[in-house]
């Protein structure tokens, strides 16, 4: 026996029904899915940013040289920002440059004092070699700027080590 149209008309009916709540589920699961994917990279940032704060300060206690210091704190800025491939930075201190291979003083960079006993003594910087999106500070997470400030706080600790 053949269904009725009627019974063709309620079948259909049901499909669209679930096939509709398919598509919800699914657009739901997609949403779910980006904003993981998006958690994910905002914890990573922190996890990176936490990295070389801890660096530092294992630097500050080692019995290396402040030129060593300086030296190891450079090579862990770029990797600790956003954008890491494209950033480079500079520290000044003292009157003495260093500078990462990928550093250019670009537009897009910031930059700290260092202090020591209350006077400025230097400065350290990270720079982009080309535009990023603006974010909280120009290209810039208000993150990085706090990472800037403890580095700046660690460079002035080291010198007076």
Not at 100 to 107: L, P, V, Y
């Amino acid at each position: 026996m053949e269904p009725t149209r009627e019974e063709l008309l309620r079948l259909v009916s049901e499909l669209n029904s679930e096939t509709e709540e398919l598509r919800r589920r699914l657009d739901e699961s997609d949403w779910m899915g980006g904003a993981l994917k998006q958690r994910t990279r905002v914890l990573n940032e922190r996890i990176k940013e936490l990295h070389c704060a801890y660096e530092l300060v294992r630097l500050i206690r080692s019995p290396a040289s402040l030129e060593a210091k300086i030296d190891a704190a450079l090579a862990l800025l770029p990797p600790a920002w956003q954008h890491a491939e494209f950033a480079g930075a500079r520290i000044e201190l003292d009157g003495v440059e260093r500078r990462t291979h990928g550093f250019t003083a670009s537009a897009w960079r910031m930059s700290e004092p260092i202090r020591s006993e209350h006077a400025v003594v230097g400065s350290v910087e990270i720079s982009y070699s080309r535009a990023f999106p603006a974010s909280d500070e120009g290209p810039f997470l208000k993150e990085e700027r706090a990472l800037l400030k403890i580095v700046a706080e660690a460079l002035g600790a080291m010198r007076r080590c």
